[in-house]
């Protein structure tokens, strides 16, 4: 038995526009120095991030994926290199000009750092008071925010007496509060529910379309960056091994810890680890294939399936299919165990080919000993 | 009632003058020193705790100096503190002795003590929360007043009233410099004398004051946790 290896039509890459980036990270290192012995948390990492969109960057625990966000407000000042947010190379600034410019770059944590004196209305006034704003306005401002993440009627509540989802709730406003360009999230769902993580992940999505603030995510869930992110990096010790369209790293993940954590965001993974199994082989005729097509863009499958099936003469019987929509994208996956003549099988596999769908032969039993 | 107090404490109403003078005395010693020790720690503790590694205002030289030199009058026994600040005291109260005379040293006695309770108060400020402020773009003196000392409102309040507990305490040695106050009371009319009664009353007098301390401070504790 062989695993045969999977052929992939290369794609041109989107160009990013420089100029145009609202967040630009260029050459950035970050090296703590503990007792001499240095942790080089982030090396060398250069991104830019565009304006409107919601970016996403994964990685296991301990990538770096923390240090590197916390640089583009610079709560970690970068050991070196340029952090340039709106056009304004923030590494530069005086400490209260940094100040000004955070303003305009909200950020959301995993444990919520919401003020425990202070109830849900003061906690977002928190970023208002002492700006000069009157009273009024900021009462205005604080319940139209409450008002949109559907929190009015807990104003006067104090944050021990709310769920996760409405502590992250209430941190949203009040990142929200001195109307920022970008909204960083560190983890911000990984305290939560699934569903809560729906509800907050649809309300991030709904401030970005709304309000076109640009959004960066930190997770390690892969099911947070397929519900809405649009473009996505990967990071594994402290370097952005892959990164691209949301779409284009489910459908054609190219680094081993890529694959690794789109397999662990549908349920292909568990498919895999079947193949591995000898016994997945007994059923199996000598001549049988086991195939993987990805169809982009289509849900011609079944259509598909069933053509080549009577054309060719050989059986196609399905094992695992799914269709899912990541960015308002159609992917879909089938998986079928095919079986016939061996030059017909190679003339199907060709057919499919030349139809632009991705054809990987997860198992020939012909060509094993 | 009357007739009770007599039997129960006959020296004490012999002269009762005395022992509400001594009562005074201490109180006036406390809270003189009090506010003074509440302001001073305050900064030291808020100084102690920004200056540290890794803090908003992160200065080695600075917090390193307090450091040490807190330590240093934290380890010198209050009697010896008396003597060690006699000229101190003389440039600044006028005189060495008396309720002025003890105000100063008894500042010095115990403001090192309470600047570690309010360090170790602040310590106890979630960081993620001087960080969440960090990024809305709150400067150092927006962060110690609205972070630090609003969120380390309770454990401050609990770390005054065991700094004036033990500053009480300080005060019943007062009697070496004259300023009277309970402790004196209680050796010069009671140990002296052996008279009992008189020991109890000054007793009773301290345990009730320090009881009122620690209910004021449990109460303002609770009141600023949510
Ligand atoms: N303040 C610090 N001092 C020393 N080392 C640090 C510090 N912060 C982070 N590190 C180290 O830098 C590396 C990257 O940490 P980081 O928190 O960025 O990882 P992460 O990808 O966010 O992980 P996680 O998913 O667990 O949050 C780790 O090895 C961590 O131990
Ligand atoms: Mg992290």
């Known amino acids: 038995m062989r695993i045969i290896p999977v052929c992939f039509f290369v794609i041109g890459r989107k160009g990013v526009n420089v100029e145009q980036a609202m967040i630009s990270l260029k050459h950035i290192v970050k090296t703590f120095s503990e007792h001499g012995s240095g942790v080089h948390a982030v090396r060398d990492v250069s991104l830019d991030i565009l304006p409107g969109e919601i970016f996403g960057i994964v990685g296991f625990s301990g990538a770096g994926k923390s ?64 700006t000069g704003m009157s009273r009024e306005a900021i009462h205005q401002k604080v319940m139209s925010l409450l008002a949109f993440v559907e929190l009015s009627e807990k104003a006067e509540a104090y944050p021990s007496q709310l769920s996760g989802g409405q502590k992250q709730r209430v941190a949203i406003a009040r990142a929200l509060a001195s109307d920022p360009k970008i909204l960083l999230c560190d983890e911000a769902t990984s305290a939560l529910d699934p569903q809560t993580t729906t509800s907050i992940l649809k309300l991030l999505k709904k401030l970005n379309q709304e309000l076109g603030i640009t959004i960066v995510i930190i997770t390690h869930q892969m099911q947070v960056i397929k519900e809405i992110c649009q473009r996505v990096a990967l990071m594994e ?71 080549v099936s009577r054309t060719y003469n050989v059986d196609l019987s399905i094992i695992h299919g799914n269709v899912e ?23 199907a596999i060709a057919y499919v080919r030349q139809c632009r769908i991705e054809v990987e032969v997860l198992l020939d039993a012909g060509s094993a000993e | 009632m009357q007739e009770v107090l007599n039997n129960l404490f006959p020296y004490v109403m012999k002269k009762p003058d005395q022992l509400w003078k001594s009562v005074v005395e201490t109180l006036q010693m406390t809270a003189w020193a009090g506010v003074f020790m509440f302001v001073f720690g305050l900064i030291l503790g808020v100084l102690l705790t920004v200056t540290r590694e890794g803090s908003i205002l992160e200065n080695k030289p600075v917090y390193q100096v307090l450091d040490k030199v807190i330590n240093i009058f934290r380890s010198i026994p209050f009697v010896i503190l008396i003597a ?19 105000i100063v040293p008894l500042v010095f006695g115990s403001t090192p003590f309470f600047a570690r309770q309010v360090d170790a108060a602040l310590a106890g400020v979630d960081k993620g929360l001087v960080e969440a402020a960090q990024s809305m773009g709150i400067g150092p003196v927006g962060i110690i007043f609205r972070v630090y000392l609003k969120e380390g ?18 005060t019943a040695m007062s009697g ?14 009671g140990y002296n004398y052996n008279r009992m009664d008189i020991v109890w009353a000054a007793v009773i007098a301290t345990v009730l004051i320090v009881s009122v301390v620690q209910g004021v401070g449990t109460w303002i504790a609770k009141r600023s946790t949510h």
């Open chain 2, 84 to 102: 060690l600040l006699m000229n101190l005291t003389k440039v600044i109260m006028g005189t060495r002795i008396g309720v002025k005379g003890v």
């Open chain 2, 153 to 170: 409102t309770a454990a401050i309040a609990r770390g005054t009233t065991i700094t004036l507990i033990n500053l009480i305490g300080l």
């Open chain 1, 325 to 347: 929509m990541i960015d308002g994208r159609s992917l879909g996956e089938l998986v079928v165990v095919a079986s016939g003549e061996k030059t017909q099988l190679d003339a």
């Open chain 1, 237 to 307: 010790a402290g370097q952005v091994v892959e990164q691209g369209d949301v779409y284009d790293i489910f459908a054609r993940p190219q680094q081993p810890i890529t694959r690794n954590f789109v397999n662990s965001a549908g349920n292909a993974g568990q498919l895999e680890e079947l193949l591995q199994d000898a016994h997945v082989l007994d059923g199996i005729e000598d001549s049988a294939r086991i195939i993987k097509m990805k169809f982009l863009d289509s849900s011609a499958g079944k259509a598909l399936v069933s053509y």
């Open chain 1, 67 to 130: 240090t590197l966000v916390r640089c583009i407000n610079l709560l970690e000042r970068p050991t070196s290199g340029q952090v340039i947010v709106d056009n304004v190379e923030l590494t530069r600034l005086s400490s209260r000009a940094l100040n000004q410019e955070r303003k305009k770059i909200g950020m959301i944590f995993q444990q919520f750092n919401l003020f425990a004196t202070r109830t849900v209305y003061q906690n977002v006034a928190f970023p208002l008071q002492h």
């Open chain 2, 176 to 189: 070496y410099v004259g300023a009277g106050g309970l402790g004196d009371y209680a050796i010069t009319y």
